[in-house]
């Protein structure tokens, strides 16, 4: 029995190292990654202290290299903008002192029945004129043709060219708005602001920096967030006929808290945005009796080539370097064990087997004792 508990007790020596649950070895951490080649001073395979100098550092980082935006190449055309006519498109003409040529308009008539609608192949018909095509011209010019077809036949001909009904062009608003819809293109610009409005703005799941625009099998990403914050009017893009807007959710935008918190879970950044002390705020903060709070640490990258932060909230004034760390998108926070807690949990699991060995060892006494 003696050598039993021995043995337990050298068991329990080495508890902090084996003891269930997740640990953080910072010394297997370097050994695993020592040698690797790419290791730079961004703090890949390094576990950084989070410092008032980080944060001066990483600020000054944010600075100088600010995030890459893509700039519109249609910002020369709406500076200049014409619509241009397109198939199925319905257009409204009238010429003055001329009613038999003009189709009278009333208050429950259609667009279609109240004007010529432009065919699949971009012609429209007017009489005295027949067929002709208009596709991809814009109203000036299709006035200008008029009138010289027309002037054989009247005499200086006076007319006005409308489009009565926009049905032609279109682009595809889907995703996180509250009503995704098709949304036509007029006579005035659409960027991706009015067609976002039109779709009545964004749900509270919308991840405003990652708006995709599909454009001729092509995809882009706006920051509509900077549009809306900084005025970044780069980002407030010309739409054209075709182009899908799709507003993503915020789902990738997660941090994950784990280790000895009152409530270890996965937080969903707003507009992208988390400090580490939000993070464990929002997990109601550290647990007071089994965390070790100088022990936090930030997990960020992939295992391949992984960034590591740490924290030493021992003292509660250092949680003010935590509210000015900023995480990213899928960052782990993990809060270790303090020591004691990791022994207390191995002696919980040993002391079961340590019962039951003693039981055994008292139950073969007593046999011995009774037999005769």
């Known amino acids: 029995m003696r050598r039993v508990l021995l043995l337990a007790g050298l068991l329990c020596s080495s508890a902090c190292a084996w003891g269930p649950g997740m640990h953080m070895d910072e010394d297997a951490f370097r050994q695993r990654y020592a040698g690797k080649a790419d290791a730079g001073a961004d703090g890949a395979y390094e576990i950084v202290p989070i410092t008032a100098d980080l944060l ?61 609608p432009i065919a699949a192949d971009g012609t429209v018909f007017f009489p005295h004129v027949g067929v002709f095509p208009v596709a991809g011209m814009t109203l000036p010019e299709i006035r200008d043709l008029l009138t010289r077809r027309l002037s054989p036949v009247i ?28 949304v036509p293109i007029t006579d005035v610009p659409l960027r991706v602001q009015d067609a976002i409005a039109q779709a009545k703005g964004f749900t509270q799941e919308a991840d ?23 005025g970044d009017i780069r980002q407030n893009w010309l739409l054209q006929d075709g182009d899908i807007l799709h507003v993503p959710d915020r789902s990738q935008n997660k941090v994950f808290v784990l280790g000895e918190v009152r409530r270890p879970s996965s937080r969903v950044m707003v507009k992208g945005r988390m400090t580490l002390a939000e993070a464990i705020g929002d997990s109601e903060g550290f647990d007071p009796v089994t965390s070790n709070p100088s022990k936090v640490y930030v997990l960020r990258g992939n295992f391949d ?45 040993i002391e079961p087997t340590v019962r039951l060995l003693w039981e055994t060892v008292q139950i073969g006494d007593r046999t011995i004792i009774l037999t005769p």
């Not at 009565?164 to 995703?175: I, N, P, S």
């Not at 882009?220 to 900077?226: C, H, N, Y």
């Not at 924290?311 to 270790?336: E, N």
Request: hydrophobic share 40%; aromatic share 8%.
């Open 56 to 116: 001066v550092k990483q600020l000054d980082a944010r600075r100088k290299a600010p995030p890459v935006r893509l700039e519109d190449p249609l910002a020369k055309a709406a500076a200049d903008y014409s619509y241009r006519v397109a198939p199925h498109d319905v257009l409204s003409v009238i010429v003055y002192d001329h009613p038999e040529l003009t189709i009278p308009a009333g208050e429950f008539r259609s667009a279609e029945s109240s004007g010529h």
């Open 155 to 182: 005499e200086k001909p006076q007319l006005d060219v409308r489009v009565a009904d926009f049905r032609g062009q279109k682009v595809q608003v889907t995703g996180e708005v509250v009503a995704p819809s098709t």
């Open 208 to 230: 405003l920096r990652a708006v995709v625009l599909t454009r001729g099998g092509r995809t882009f990403t706006l920051d509509v967030q900077a549009l809306y914050e900084e």
């Open 305 to 349: 080539r992984p960034s590591i932060y740490k924290l030493d909230a021992g003292s509660p004034d250092a949680l003010l370097l935590a509210t000015q760390f900023q995480l990213q998108p899928r960052d782990v926070v993990f809060v270790s064990a303090h020591d004691l807690t990791q022994w207390n949990r191995i002696i919980s699991q």
